[in-house]
């Protein structure tokens, strides 16, 4: 079957045409600046990658170029015709209590995501725009959300809930929802197929997602127990810009001593902070460290607050299960950075933990897990790359078969 796995944010769409029976992808693209006047998409089809810039008011524009693009022979020609899409997967940001797993939109689910925009306003309009312009150009064929907080749905109260009045849980839902779910369920099934097939434990993992955004999962016996990330991706460990768990009374002291109010604090705690707000070069890992390296100490601080941060994250989720068997590496940085995984691991050998230098600076990532760990490490310590967008088109695939069975 083939299912177009569509990514959209509120000025770019990422894609993906994914053939589900080999898992092959037959064309990726993304287009950006939608609305702006410097439109752009990019293709890739068999190793070759096409570019056009037609203006694109709206997310319609861009959907309606999307598909000339998967069809036309001048972009590779990925398909024929749009007949050939069997379905469309949806990354959506979040459920709120409604599902706990992916879901087939309808008029009533579109109704419910609609209802859910506050609790991701950022994210959720563009979500929804994409959806409904799916909807609209290419009729009959379904749509399915695969949301990012569904793989946390499973988290029990106690990890989940805040310590706030009960009534405000119950009116408005705050709690604990955790992101980058479709992540962690790609990595940690991966890591527990890798571990069973070597007849090691698998029963207790914690998933480390670290890109411009982070966050670490505990995953018990193949369920998330306990995750990061919060009501919003806003809590956890400090990321590019965001600063990461913090004492809920700043906000408070920001708007009296800054005269700022709760929604510039919210801007500064979400796009001005994290590696960038600390170290006041860049947002992105690579510069940071380069920085620290050439003596910035701001950044160097940046870099240690992330990893000793991280560091913890696994030591509690260890204590929350009663042990660990596994530690999983992946985003931008836990695949790529030798230098942050080293500091994020080492001072964990009391847990057993414990890494082989050679490995962790060369992985092997041929086979779609590489082991970094030393032979005598009592944890299995894994780089698996991610692959959001495979579990979005496998997802798909299972609720569309299940609707029409
Ligand atoms: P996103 O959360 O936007 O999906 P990514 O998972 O792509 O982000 O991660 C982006 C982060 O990964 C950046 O901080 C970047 O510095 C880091 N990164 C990407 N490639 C490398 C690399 N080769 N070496 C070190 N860090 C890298």
Redesign the pocket.
Known sequence: MKVLVINAGSSSVKYQLIETDDESVIAKGGIECIGLPNANLKQTVGGKTYTDATPLPDHGAAFSLMLHCLTSPDFGGAIKDVSEIAAIGHRVLHTSTDFDGSVQVDDRALAILKKNIHLGPLHMPANIAGIEACMKALPGVPNVAVFDTAFHATMPPKAAMYAIPYEDYEQFKIKKYGFHGTSHKFVSGKAIEYLRSKGLPWGKIVTC??????SITAVEDGKSVDTSMGVTPLEGVPM?TRCGDIDASVVKMLCDWKGMTPAEVDTYLNKKSG?LGVSGVS?????V?AAAESGNARARLAMDMFTYRVKKYIGSYAAAMGGIDCIVLT???G???VD?RRDILSGLEFLGVKTDEEANSHPDKSSGVAEINAEDSKVKILVIPTNEELVIARETRDIVGKAKA
């Open positions: 997602h670290l890109g411009n955004g982070s590019g590696f947002s992105d890992s690579r510069d460290l985003g931008g940085i695949e790529n950075s942050l």
